[in-house]
């Protein structure tokens, strides 16, 4: 099993709310980690050896470019009690289309951890893997209550989507 280290400045999560009155939306990179897992001679992954990964993004980096938001955001994150949120990689099964597979793994927001399931596309090149998904999370899964600022409310449905580039260590 081979081992890709994530590749912060090559990986961004977008992170996209809507509120009574606009979208908000984050852009971030940073994000730190690893996926083992074994690439066959064509590119796919074999999954007969059971893939396994582990990411963290640094609660701190998130912007809307709103300070007065990220304030609220980040004081109804708990950051300084929650500096990071994780997501460990538990399964995956391909999904019958070629380079798309089934991912089902914990995030942990605000020290709750919820079990997630998704598709993802997954490419190898070379020495890298490309990982590309989305997924909406209920912020009140996590015990967070959308921020309210003044007339802005935010709504609890948060689209997040993921580039990941990772190399392979070695």
């Known amino acids: ?18 509120s009574s009155l606009h979208p908000i939306h984050s852009e ?35 912007s809307s470019g709103n300070p007065l938001y990220d304030r609220e955001m980040k004081r109804r994150i708990e ?3 929650y500096p990071t949120i994780v997501g460990d990689l538990s399964e995956m099964s391909a999904d019958g289309e070629a380079g798309s597979y089934v991912v089902r793994g914990d995030v942990t927001f605000k ?4 079990v997630c399931q998704d598709t993802m596309t997954i490419a190898a090149k070379e020495d890298l893997l490309v990982l590309e998904g989305a997924h909406t999370f209920d912020v009140r899964d996590f015990g967070m ?9 935010v709504h609890p449905e948060v689209d997040v989507r993921v580039e990941i580039t990772a190399r392979r260590e070695g």
């Open 111 to 114: 020290g709750v951890t919820q």
């Open 79 to 81: 950051s300084r009690r």
């Open 1 to 18: 099993m081979a081992r890709y280290v994530i590749v912060p400045d090559r990986s961004t999560v977008w992170i996209d709310a809507k």
């Open 28 to 62: 971030v990179r940073g994000l730190l980690g690893f996926v083992d897992v074994e690439v066959d001679g064509s590119g796919a992954l074999d999954l007969s050896k059971t893939p396994s990964g582990h990411l963290e993004l640094a609660v701190d980096q998130l």
């Open 145 to 153: 209550e959308p921020p309210r600022i003044m007339m802005l409310k």
